[in-house]
């Protein structure tokens, strides 16, 4: 069984661009979250995806938005990016939810914006 | 406030030693606590997952203990080996939010 694939791996962008990165599940698992990891702040949640539907949000600004097609694979864009941004982006799936079973992790998106 | 604090920040230990690494909640209410192993440059992968109702939850080398009385968990690891050196990451369950609180977690290292 194919674990969660993230893309791209690694990405550079200067401030004030957008970035769009890419997350596709566990096959049958219907749960997607984010998360973004910096060495200070340790794992901060961002939101999760089930059904195509939002069902949760961390206290991100807008400028962070994700969406989730039918497939359940699972976009999030940073729009006019900010140094602060640069992190490692990981993204979770799980059969029912975050909270209510085991997730599992892709490898993670390391963006640096400059 | 939710909070999940962890401790040590670090810790350097030889092989074939083992060590106890350390989680202190302030969620409430407590739904579960799961501790993840996160090697460099990859995604946390999941240990343990612990109830209210269980005190210990065993994982090969690894035991995670639970005190939901004091809302303290810990993290042994047996006869540590050099695949050992991650970072730990202790993650509780709010169970009125259904989000996850982590913990900045512990990095150990561990020397031949």
């Known amino acids: 069984k194919a674990g969660v694939t993230q893309t791209p791996r690694y990405l550079i962008k200067t401030r004030g661009q957008q970035v769009t990165l890419s997350c596709s599940p566990i096959?049958?698992?219907?749960?997607v979250s984010w998360y973004q990891q910096t060495p200070g702040q340790g794992l901060q949640f961002l939101f999760e995806y089930f059904s195509e539907t939002q069902r949760n949000k961390g206290n991100f600004p807008g400028r962070f938005s994700g969406r989730q097609f039918s497939n359940s694979r699972s976009e999030m864009n940073v729009s006019t990016l900010e140094l602060g941004d640069s992190a490692l982006y990981l993204c979770?799936?799980?059969?029912?939810?975050?909270?209510?079973?085991?997730?599992?992790f892709g490898p993670g998106t390391r963006l640096t914006v400059l | 406030k939710n909070q999940v604090e962890q401790s040590p920040q670090s810790l350097i230990i030889l092989e074939g030693k083992n060590c106890t690494l350390q989680?202190?909640?302030?969620?409430?209410?407590?739904?579960?606590l799961r501790w993840y192993k996160q090697d460099t440059g990859r995604g946390p992968v999941s240990l343990t997952i612990?109830?209210?109702?269980?005190n210990t939850k065993s994982n090969g080398r690894y035991t995670a203990t639970l005190d939901a009385d004091t809302k303290q968990s810990s993290l042994h690891i047996t006869a540590s080996q050099l695949s050992d050196s991650a970072s730990y990451i202790c993650?509780?369950?709010?169970?009125?939010?259904?989000?996850?609180?982590f913990g900045t977690g512990t990095r150990l290292q561990v020397f031949p």
């Open positions: 989680c202190n909640y302030t969620v409430s209410p407590f739904s579960n």
């Open positions: 096959s049958g698992h219907r749960s």
């Open positions: 612990m109830t209210f109702s269980e």
């Open positions: 993650v509780v369950s709010a169970g009125n939010t259904d989000k996850l609180i």
């Open positions: 979770a799936s799980s059969l029912a939810g975050p909270n209510q079973d085991t997730q599992y």
